[in-house]
């Protein structure tokens, strides 16, 4: 017997996607971007939008909003041909593209008023609007700050804002969330389900966070520009049961299992989760026995599924591992040490007092929210930005006295890929070999090794700027190797990343302290802090705790979760900063 649910109406379609087409020329290639891709967003939901790096997302939304026309194709939105009248389109929608643009030299109000005279917003209508925004958003004590000093996860709430000051019927997200804290995160999200809850307002959203997949009323699942499925987000795991597994083995170090994990021929994919490790078999099967090794059956998640989906991609990134390095490089020596590092700009104290020291061989996290002090502790590293106080040195030499001898033996590999973005690939390549003083056979060797063991052979010809993301950071990632460097700086290496880029940059990362490099990096995705040796949390420009990932967790005492996740624990260390400020 169908139940009422059953009976009900279906809710109607605020969108309508059918066969769209649409191809990039240039003078060097042509790149499909979709291929007849269809879809349909319903009314009231929050429709995710998923898929690789370079699977059409961006241009999908660009195609809706009506800032692109498709080369054939059907387009409705909220049944207006987006094709035939996409000016009727953009008047009844709100678009956060990736780049939003806010101004940041005005205010966060002047920012609003900006675009409510875009959107024609009569200005009797606007003080009930704003205060309606700014207490969703948090930002009403910040109308008069400047948007260029607020924090990443602020800017992003802003610019949610200014896209909500015309309520619009249906919202499109590129990547909201892409470089944001997980504090903001859950913020944002809390926002998000407020709008579709209490306005009945149709969301449409593409992320790289598989877990906000599972937040959405329906997926819907990209690659190579056409439609692998959609459906509810467990709908995606059916057939997985009995092929996800958690292995333990307590005597070991979870890298090393992670590895050998990874070579075995009946593994399809295995990732660091917590204590263990994640793991997805080929079939529905026992695990393999390993000496000292527990399994425990885990219930499928959607990232699992996309996982499995695009089972070929995932096992083609782990195959590329960099050859080991000298055995000399494995001593247990400091490398990187920072005592009462202290960074003033005028009154404003960014980073006060940080110690903490890092061992050859080790990966070193620096963690933290959105204006903890990370990025500029990370310049200060590098050489490119001096301390106002304290002592710092790495790989032996003083940064305040000879920062360019230090940086000769680093590899930096900035937030936003610090590439140029009108050279080509081989242009870029050539220019920081040269710049890292290569030259001849040995140029030659290393910019082989970067085409090949990074895949970029086929896109040598192609600007920066045209790459998808995740094949920007494999171009950035090559360019801080290139001169095979004893230390790497990594600064949100995965930001936007999508997850199987994201395995194969921590397979190679994996490799390198393997092989004696040390490696410290700053993430926002907290699963991947798991893959360090030692962590320090930020906030307000101090160490608020430092250890293993391990004792960062149990530190937190989280008493509602028996296994609480590096998420719960930065979220709740984070919080307790804020509610106190002032405690050491």
């Known amino acids: 017997m169908r139940s009422a649910r059953d009976l009900r109406p279906a809710p109607r379609a605020a969108l309508r996607v059918n066969g769209v087409h649409k191809t990039f020329r240039d003078k060097h290639r042509e790149t499909h971007a979709l291929q007849g891709a269809s879809l349909i967003a319903r009314s009231g939901n929050i429709t995710g939008l998923i898929g690789p790096d370079g699977a059409g997302k961006t241009t999908l939304m660009r195609i809706i909003s009506g800032l692109l026309r498709p080369d054939r194709g059907e387009v409705k939105v909220l049944g207006i041909d987006a094709v035939a009248d996409p000016l009727k389109v953009q008047g009844q929608i709100g678009y956060m593209p990736q780049r939003f643009g806010l101004y940041e030299d005005l205010s966060v109000r002047e920012n609003l008023d900006l675009y409510a005279d875009l959107h024609s917003v009569p200005a009797s209508v606007r003080p009930a609007r704003y205060d309606e925004l700014l207490h969703m958003t948090g930002l009403a004590p910040f109308t008069a700050r400047l948007a260029g000093r607020l924090s990443g996860g602020m800017k ?106 990874q070579e075995r021929p009946e593994v399809l994919d295995a990732i660091i989760d917590r204590d263990g490790v994640r793991t997805i078999l080929d079939t529905a099967s026992a695990p393999p026995a390993l000496a000292g090794t527990t399994w425990q059956p885990l219930r499928p998640s959607f990232e699992d599924a996309f996982v499995e989906r695009l089972s070929h991609s995932v096992k083609s990134g782990t195959k590329h591992r960099p050859p080991p390095k000298d055995s000399g490089r494995h001593s247990h020596a400091t490398v990187i040490s920072a005592h009462g590092l202290t960074r003033r700009f005028g009154d404003f104290y960014a980073v006060r007092g940080v110690d903490f020291e890092v061992h050859r061989g080790e990966i070193f996290g620096l963690l933290g929210a959105n204006g903890a002090g ?42 936003k890929f610090s590439l140029y973005g009108h050279l080509s690939v081989m242009q870029n390549l050539h220019f920081f070999s040269r ?85 410290m990096v700053t993430t926002h995705f907290m699963e991947e802090a798991e893959y360090c040796d030692h962590l320090v949390i930020m906030a307000q420009g101090r160490i608020l705790t430092t250890g293993t990932p391990q004792e960062v967790r149990a530190h937190s005492h989280i008493r509602k979760h028996l296994r609480p996740s590096m998420e719960d624990a930065f979220i709740k260390l984070t919080q307790s900063a804020e509610k106190h400020p002032d405690a050491p």
Request: aromatic share 6%.
């Open 374 to 415: 990370k990025s500029t502790t990370f310049r200060m590293l590098c050489g490119l930005l001096p301390p106002s106080d304290g002592a710092l040195s790495v790989a032996g030499v003083d940064l305040r006295k000879a920062a360019s001898a230090a940086r000769a033996r680093i590899g930096y590999m900035a937030q």
């Open 435 to 519: 710049s890292y003083g290569l030259r001849g056979a040995r140029q030659r060797e290393r910019i082989d090794w970067a085409l090949q063991d990074f895949r970029l052979s086929s896109l040598g010809s192609s600007s920066a700027n045209e790459l998808p993301l995740g094949y920007k950071q494999r171009l950035a990632m090559a360019c801080a190797l290139m001169h095979e460097p004893d230390i790497l700086f990594l600064d949100e290496p995965t930001s936007g990343i999508d997850p199987l880029e994201r395995r194969a940059f921590w397979t190679r990362i994996n490799a390198l302290a393997a092989s004696g490099v040390t490696i």
């Open 156 to 261: 992003q709430k802003l610019g949610l804002a200014c896209t909500l000051v015309q309520p619009p019927r249906l919202l499109l997200l590129d990547e909201p969330t892409v470089g944001v804290d997980p504090v903001s995160r859950r913020e944002l999200w809390q926002i998000i389900e407020r709008l579709v809850g209490e306005q009945d307002m149709s969301v449409l959203l593409a992320t790289a966070y598989l877990d906000e997949a599972e937040r959405c009323t329906e997926v819907v699942l990209l690659h190579e520009g056409r439609l692998l499925g959609q459906g509810a987000p467990e709908h995606f795991t059916e057939g997985l049961e009995a092929r996800v597994w958690y292995a333990e083995r307590p005597s070991d170090s979870r890298r090393r299992l992670l590895t050998e994990l």
